[in-house]
């Protein structure tokens, strides 16, 4: 783990950037894997953003498709969550009918970001995420790292604290995330099979080996992210992170854009 992770616990104050400066974003995201971004969207754009949320919800004529058996949502459009629903485009799937998201998913600030951070030739937010999150659960998702790679892009449409699935993240502890994959990958070769939910996956003793520190003491690191609607949260997928409890009659709207290194079609 990172020097400031182990022997300090970063805080929300340290990951927190003001306006659309692209250099503390990639410091941030260096040395933590996570940037906060509050209110990075005005109230009108967040307005719009969610408006188009809930009509493209709106306009879902199917059902959406069901979790598969390891959990994981692989529908390419409607799917099913543990707690509530998602709508995902292509990119240029958001041109005609979301222009509001395509407009905010293709900001040059965004662009610059993944270009800085993850080199060209890059591909920004190649999948957009729309995610209603409406169903009680102890949490939206457990402690995770992604299969694959990517930046993220995280908005917030609802105003978000403790109860509606407060994003968490424990920053520095994107070097061992990327160990891990690039491990698991070599042993299976599989997406399905990739074990990425590193506090149910491995054992105490294998735990403490990758991280240095049993599983209870590295949670406490772990920086919920309570912050007003519009917000953005920039980090890449590498670290070790997850969506927090979703109390009964709350809500939580976000929208994510995946980005990777490389032109990917």
């Not at 992170?241 to 929208?255: I, Q």
Request: zero cysteines; glycine letters at 8%.
């Amino acid at each position: 783990m990172s020097a400031t992770t182990a022997s300090s616990r970063v805080t929300i104050d340290d990951l927190r950037v003001s306006g659309s400066e692209v250099d503390p974003v990639v410091r941030r995201l260096t040395e933590h894997g996570v940037a906060v971004l509050p209110g990075w969207l005005d109230p009108t754009r967040t307005a719009a953003l969610a408006a188009e949320f809930e009509a493209s919800f709106a306009a879902a004529q199917s059902e959406p498709d069901e979790l598969t058996d390891t959990g994981k949502d692989l529908s390419r459009h409607y799917g099913r969550t543990t707690t509530g629903t998602h709508l995902k485009y292509g990119n240029a799937e958001l041109r005609a009918g979301l222009p509001v998201a395509h407009d905010v998913f293709n900001d040059p600030f965004m662009r610059s970001v993944t270009d800085a951070y993850l080199g060209r030739p890059s591909t920004l937010n190649r999948h957009v995420i729309l995610t209603d999150d409406h169903l009680a659960g102890k949490e939206v998702i457990s402690y995770h790292f992604d299969e694959i790679r990517s930046l993220k892009f995280l908005i917030y449409l609802d105003d978000v604290d403790a109860g509606n699935g407060a994003f968490e993240i424990i920053p520095g502890t994107q070097h061992q995330g990327a160990q891990i994959r690039v491990s698991e990958w070599l042993r299976t070769g599989d997406f399905n099979a990739v074990h990425i939910r590193v506090f149910e996956d491995f054992s105490d003793d294998l735990f403490y080996t990758l991280f240095g520190h049993f599983k209870p003491f590295l949670a406490t690191h772990s920086v919920k992210v309570h912050a007003p609607a519009g917000s953005m949260i920039v980090f890449t997928t590498d670290t070790i992170h997850r969506a927090g409890r979703l109390d009964e009659g709350r809500r939580r709207r976000v929208a994510r854009g995946s980005s990777y290194s490389g032109l990917w079609p």
